[in-house]
Each structure stands twice: as C-alpha cells, then as structure tokens.
C-alpha cells in the first residue's frame, strides 16, 4: 500500500510533525517520523481504530505490527505512544478513566513523593528511584488488585528484594528505598509494624577491594580518545575532564547550569550530594574545555543546562549513565581492561585519588578535594598508601623468630 494513501491519522500528522519541529527536531527526523506514522494509520484502518479511540496500550501493541526498515534505530512502538499521547493533547482522544484501585495507588505515591521531598529532604536526582523502588514493590506483591498495605508482611520485602537482585548484577541501594518505603507506610499509619526493620542489609563484598582506578598515562589515553570524536568529542572530553581532574561525580557534572560557572573569578558551582553546593577553582585545561564545546559544539537548546544531547532537541540528560557510557568506549577504545566487569564514572574520581595519594597527599587533602562530608569515606584510599601501610605492618612470623 502507498504511504502516501490518506489514512485515519492523515488530519493530524501535520500538527504531530509541528510539535517535533518547535522542539529543533531535523527535518529529516520529522519525515522519517510522518513516514512511521503513516504505517501505523494502515495498521489502524486494518484493525477498525480510528484516532478519537486509540489508547496509549493500543498504540504501543499496533506500533510493534508496523514493520521496521533494517538499521532504523526509532522504535515505532514508542512513536505510535508519543503520537497517542499528541492526540490526547490536541483533544481528539481522551484519557482512559483510571480505576479506582489505579486512583488509590497513583494518591499513596503522590502522598509518599510529598513525604520524600518535605521529611526526607532527598534530592531530585534521588526521588525518582525511590518512587520507581516502591511502584515496583507495589507491582510486585499486589498487581492490578487493589494495594492494601496492612497486608505487607516482612516475607513480601525479602522476596522483593532476592526478585531484584536476581536480575541485577549489582545494585546496593534495593535494601534503602525498600526501607524508605515501609517506614512511610508505618509513619503514615498504613502499616501496623515497622517493616523497615525486617529489610536485611545487601552485601559489599565489593567494599574490601582497592579503589579502581587507571594511572596517570591511562587517564591520558581516556582523553585523548574521547576528544578526538569528531561528532560530540569536545562535550564528552569537557565531561570527563570535570571528573578527571576536579573530582566531579557524573550526577553533579551533568546538573551543571550555565549560570554556575563564574568566567572572571574563575569558579564553579558543584551541586553535590544532600542539596549542598561547594565552589570549586576552574583551571585553564578545564576552562579550554569548556569554553571550547560551549562555542564549537553546544546546539541551540532552550535550557540552562550545561552539557545536553546531541541530537535535537537538545534535552538535558536523565542520569549520569552517559557519562558511563562514554567511559566504557573509551576504555574499550585505549585497549585498557577494567579490573571489574562493572566500570562506573568513579573511575576518574578515584583515579585523582590515587594519584594525590601516591604524591604525598594526607587523607585530609584528599578528602577536601572530593568534598567528603565524613572522614570514613575517604579511608578507603587509605590501602593505597603502600609506603605508609609498611611502615606498621607487623613482622611476618617464621619459624626461628619473627623478621
């Protein structure tokens, strides 16, 4: 069938594919978008669905029957649920009646993400794990039926917990949202008992390791690959410098505003971990980095953000996975192997670590240079002063005497 034949979503592709275009979308992302939409409307014609009728399951089951060229990276799934949801905006369609059990469960989150912001004072970064922890609790021991949290049992957390952890190849913070959870629900009223207190403690076998970290020359490669992409090298490069040298963590390098770097006193607003903010020196390699992507490289987006996507509309990032993302391709790139097969943007940090420590820096200055709120954080780097740990280790005992 032509893609040009007139279908049911004919009328309204004009103003899905303006929505695109306001939002700096390429032109050629748009066509291709049309050209996906114009399937899904045969697909609607075939099964009898007009636009005014089309849910958002719906438009996510009839997306997946639209065929997908070879090497197309947009999934027609998730286009068919943004045209769906443009319908809903543009009044052709209307929003399916929540149930009332959806309607009692959507008021305990919106009930427990108050409690999280005003009680718990977590960040923003933060809450929306916490929340996804507990719709997923709740997805697990209820389902579609209606929640009734006096039924919780502290059977029904473990096996969330061990159903997690099945499928995770490391995750320690199940154990915390987990327990934020049910102590709201007791605060709340909704449980008897504090089911918090039955939530046992993942392990971190992890945590007797030495710190990963590359040397100096490794750091270098990482780099040095990252700016040579010819594509987004100079964003990359300024995001990992961030951590390389000034310690960043990647959430605190992608919150980075426009408006927290100060040019003439030559300074940078950190948003760090717990709402607080530290100023940080900006040095010239840094300041070349980031001057240098702000002019050549940063597209036209409408935010405040510091470093955003690439391609349009230039959104700022979710999460800092991007910043894992490009240091695995990095390392892939150098050729250099993590002695973990889990490698996160800490990497950098601890390597700045590693080398303050291995050029004579007390615990102290490491510690202020990472912004550790508390000196145990810091002790970990403590194993790699090899000089300082021989010089109180014990003599090995053999047989004659101890030498």
């Known amino acids: 069938m032509p893609e040009y034949l007139e279908t049911c979503v004919s009328p309204h592709l004009d103003s899905f594919a303006q929505s695109f275009a306001v939002a700096n979308y390429k032109a050629a992302t748009i066509t291709t978008y049309r050209s996906i939409i114009r399937k899904l409307g045969q697909v609607m014609d075939a099964e009898g669905i007009e636009p005014s009728a089309l849910t958002f399951d719906q438009a996510e089951r009839l997306g997946r029957m639209v ?124 449980t008897a008992t504090n089911l918090a207190l039955s939530v046992p403690k993942t392990a971190k076998r992890w945590g007797a390791r030495l710190p990963r970290h590359l040397s100096p020359d490794g750091v270098a490669a990482v780099l040095v690959s990252v700016r040579d992409n010819q594509r987004h090298g100079g964003r990359d490069y300024a995001m990992l410098l961030l951590m390389a040298r000034l310690g960043l963590r990647a959430a605190e390098v992608i919150a980075i505003q426009l408006d927290d770097i100060d040019w003439r006193a030559g300074e940078l607003l950190v948003r760090g971990k717990g709402k607080l903010h530290d100023r940080l020196p900006i040095t010239v390699e840094v300041g070349d980095a980031l001057s240098g992507y702000l002019r050549e490289e940063r597209g036209p987006a409408t935010c405040r953000t510091l470093f955003v996507t690439h391609r349009a509309p230039h959104r700022p990032f979710k999460d800092g996975q991007i910043v894992n993302a490009i240091l695995k391709e990095a390392l892939k790139a150098t050729g250099q192997k993590p002695v973990t097969p889990y490698v996160g943007s800490h990497l950098l940090r601890h390597s700045l670590a590693t080398q303050l420590v291995n050029a004579g820096a007390s615990l102290d200055e490491v510690g202020d240079v990472l912004r550790h709120r508390s000196r145990s954080s810091t002790m970990i780097y403590a194993r790699l002063d090899i000089d300082g740990l021989r010089s109180v280790a014990m003599p090995w005992p053999v047989t004659g005497g101890a030498r």
Do not use: W
């Open 67 to 190: 065929p997908r060229k070879r090497g197309q990276t947009i999934c027609p799934h998730n286009l068919a649920r943004r045209f769906a949801e443009h319908l809903v905006d543009i009044g052709v369609a209307q929003p399916v009646p929540l149930t009332e059990a959806q309607i009692a469960r959507a008021a305990l989150l919106a009930d427990f993400e108050t409690y999280l912001v005003k009680q718990r004072g977590l960040s923003p970064r933060t809450i929306p794990h916490t929340l996804g922890f507990a719709r997923r609790f709740l997805d697990y021991r209820f389902g579609e039926a209606a929640i009734d949290p006096g039924r919780l049992r502290p059977a029904d957390a473990i096996g969330f917990m061990e159903h997690v952890l099945a499928s995770a190849r490391r995750d320690k913070t199940v154990a915390t949202h987990v327990r934020i959870f049910l102590q709201y629900l007791f605060g709340c009223g909704a």
